[in-house]
Structure formats: C-alpha cells, structure tokens
C-alpha cells in the first residue's frame, strides 16, 4: 500500500521560511516524478511543483517561482519543499503527490496533506 | 486562474447521470492526456480517471472520460449520495510547462 505522510506545516509570519517533508514508502520512490499539490480553504487544487524521478527536471507554478525548490533524497525515500518569502496567499493544505508517466504525467497516489498558515 | 474551465456545480437525483465538462486549450488538452480527480470533504483528492478515459484498478465503471479537441468530459452514471464530492480535471500544458486543474465542478444528488 503507497503511503505518502507529509510533516512540516505550521503557523509562519509572512516573508518567514519554511520546510515540508514527505516520506514516501511501499514503492519504489526512485523511478517515480514526485509533485506538490496545494489547497486554499474552500478553494480549488493548485499545482505547485513537480520533481522527475532523477531531479534532472524541475518545475514549479508561476505564483511560487523563484520562492519555491523542491527537492529529494532517494536514498531516503523523501520529498521536500523549502518554501521562502512566504506570503499570505500561499496559506493553504500542501500535498505530496506520486506523478505516473513522467513529470507531465497524472498523480495516481495522494498524502493527507499538511496544512500551512501565513499570518502575522 | 486556472486554464482549464469547469461549471462550478450540477446536480442531479439519485440513478441519474451527470456530465462534467472541462474547457481547455491546444497547449494543454489539446495536446496532452487529461485525468480527473474526485474529492470527498475533509479528504485528499483521488484519482478517477487518466490518459482521458481509463480507470484505476478500483474504480467502478459508472465513472467514464472521454475527450474530443480541447474538452473533456467526465461522465457519472447511476448517482450515489457517496457521489456527492468536488470534481477536478487537469493535465499538463506545454506552454507554462505546469501542470494545471481545472476550477473544479461539485457534484449535488438531489
């Protein structure tokens, strides 16, 4: 069973840093894209950022570009996203996503999310 | 603002069917699979369909997607109260080089 468990949500003040965690386990987390997924309250889904399998290929939406990196350690079957400069409007529920079919592909497995507040 | 256009709801009794549309463009379902995602609330999205028309192992065939030109549609038959969830389309757009959601559909049994 894919089990994808995000860690590192919490209060922040704006323009503060902050760190999430995804661990990744029942597969084979080398060969797989890995995405981040965010969710306003009471708002739609956003694609924030996609990782291949082999960090050879990153990209991010434009409303966290520059702010935003992803990255993993596939020694240690974990996704993360450093998030800087943060902003009210990047208040909202991160996901860790599987991607299937490579970094365009379609997200077949989904975290439980980790909530994130920007607020002074 | 997302680049791909759902109807914010539809509604419909219990056994009927319910069509959801997804309005996009040549650089995202024009030229790329599109899939769906359903979200129960208080829960994390899960995946429906992919690659326009297949399903998941598990996902029951009242579910379907098809795809013509820069639209998809995703079609649920024979209607639940456990259907009652928001609805997303998405794909890959090769202009942003993003992948990109629909603005999401809730879907209401009457």
């Known amino acids: 069973q894919v089990q994808l468990v995000e860690s590192g949500g919490g209060v922040v003040q704006p323009g503060s840093s902050l760190r999430l965690s995804c661990a990744a386990s029942?597969?084979?987390?080398?060969?797989?894209?890995m995405n981040w997924v965010r969710q306003a309250p009471g708002k739609g889904l956003e694609w924030v950022a996609v990782i291949s399998h082999d960090e050879n290929n990153k990209y991010y939406a434009e409303s966290v570009k520059g702010r935003f990196t992803t990255s993993r350690d596939n020694s240690k079957n974990m996704l993360y996203l450093q998030m800087d400069s943060l902003r009210a409007e990047d208040t909202a529920v991160y996901y860790c996503?599987?991607?299937?079919?490579?970094?365009?592909?379609?997200?077949?497995?989904w975290g439980q999310g980790t909530l994130v507040t920007v607020s002074s | 603002q997302s680049v791909l256009t759902q109807p914010p709801s539809v509604s419909a009794a219990p056994g009927q069917k319910v069509t959801i549309s997804c309005s996009g463009s040549s650089s995202n379902i024009g030229n790329n699979y599109v899939s769906w995602y359903q979200q129960l609330p208080g829960t994390a999205p899960k995946l429906l369909i992919y690659?326009?028309?297949k399903r998941p192992s598990g996902i029951p065939d009242q579910f379907s997607g098809s795809k013509s030109g820069t639209s998809a549609t995703l079609g649920i038959t024979g209607l639940q109260t456990g259907d009652e969830a928001d609805y997303y389309c998405?794909?890959?757009?090769?202009?942003?080089?993003?992948?990109?959601f629909g603005t999401g559909t809730k879907v209401t049994v009457l």
């Open positions: 998405g794909t890959w757009d090769s202009s942003l080089s993003a992948f990109v």
């Open positions: 996503v599987r991607g299937f079919g490579g970094y365009k592909g379609y997200f077949d497995y």
């Open positions: 690659d326009n028309n």
């Open positions: 029942e597969f084979t987390f080398n060969i797989y894209a």
